[in-house]
């Protein structure tokens, strides 16, 4: 077989970098070796025509055969296999001049859709595939990676993952839809609040005021406990319809007194203080603490959450991709 597969791909290179009737036909005795159950021989050749597509600059070749190779070790539950193809699609990318695109930013989402929720190489393939979305713009990833990243964790039922990456996409509405599904599964009655005004402020530490504001208004509307509004029975969903029209008008004066007037309600969650603070810099130029009241874990969140300390090496700061806890 390898023989074969092998002669296929000197054929294919003979007509030249972008023959892809020669790699059709690679593929295509590839898949017949895994069809018959030689997984092993079939993973060690799609390694070697990789690593040979590789050096011989055919960047796209290897890509396509690595993806197509490792959806076909999935649909054979070859979970491994199809962990290590996968590496190799990202490997492909991280040394080619290829662009982001939403292509390819489907292919790896849907890579990950497939690979076993508890399986380290999980872990490993998001934060590369994160890093090199970024494409030199950032280190925590491109939006709309997160947004795919988001939705399959919202299957999975994984909720907490799936906040994580709905807060660094654009897409409130998909992020209040799961928040609902969320607290109406598995919080409780009374802290349905909690759930929207937790995604607001961290919204709006990101700076991202639009999907703070689409989150608060799809998720007031849509969740079967809150009554309508505004106002709302609940003092909390008020401070934060109350806070998104501050930030829109600037005026320190509103947003202190607004503080000042909740703090009953902003004492629920001792990290909403925080938050706070940090909305406070970034919309109504209040300046920055000298030091933070919370250290630890707690301080680690916020520096994460909020992208502190953007000046320094994206290399070290590479935990950022990771998803993380934020209750």
Avoid at 89 to 116: C, Q, T, Y
Avoid at 154 to 164: A, G, T
Avoid at 215 to 220: D, I, L
Wanted: proline share 4%.
């Amino acid at each position: 077989m390898a023989a074969a597969i092998m002669a296929a791909e000197q054929e294919a290179a003979k007509g030249g970098g972008r023959n892809r009737g020669g790699v059709q036909r690679v593929e295509g005795k590839l898949r017949a070796s895994v069809e018959k159950g030689d997984y092993y021989e079939a993973h060690q050749m799609y390694r070697t025509l990789f690593f040979r597509y590789m050096s011989q600059g055919k960047h796209a070749e290897a890509r396509e055969l690595m993806y197509s190779g490792a959806l076909l070790f999935f649909s054979h539950n070859q979970q491994n296999s199809a962990a290590d193809l996968s590496m190799l699609v990202l490997e492909s990318l991280e040394k080619s001049d290829a662009k982001v695109a939403d292509d390819l930013l489907e292919n790896l989402a849907k890579l990950f859709s497939l690979m076993d929720p508890n399986s380290p190489e999980r872990v490993a393939f998001v934060s590369r595939a994160l890093k090199w979305s970024s494409g030199g713009s950032g280190k925590l990833g491109h939006p709309k990676l997160h947004q795919l990243l988001a939705i399959t964790l919202w299957k999975e039922q994984n909720y907490s993952e799936s906040r994580y990456h709905f807060l660094h996409s654009t897409d409130g509405e998909g992020c209040a839809n799961m928040l609902v599904e969320y607290s109406s599964s598995r919080g409780y009655r009374s802290e349905v609040d909690m759930f929207v005004a937790q995604a607001v402020l961290q919204f709006l530490c990101l700076k991202n005021k639009t999907s703070a504001s689409v989150v608060f208004t799809t998720y007031t509307q849509k969740h079967p406990s809150i009554e309508k509004g505004p106002p709302f029975v609940q003092p909390l969903l008020n401070f934060i319809w109350f806070l998104l029209l501050a930030v829109d008008g600037g005026k320190l004066t509103v947003f202190t007194v607004l503080c000042e007037q909740y703090q009953p309600s902003l004492k629920r969650d001792p990290m909403y203080n925080e938050y706070l603070d940090r909305i406070g810099q970034l919309f109504f130029g209040v300046p920055p603490k000298q030091t933070s009241s919370y250290g630890g874990l707690l301080g680690n969140l916020l520096n994460s959450l909020m992208g502190t300390g953007e000046d320094d090496d994206t290399e070290d700061g590479q935990e950022d991709s990771s998803p993380i806890e934020l209750d």
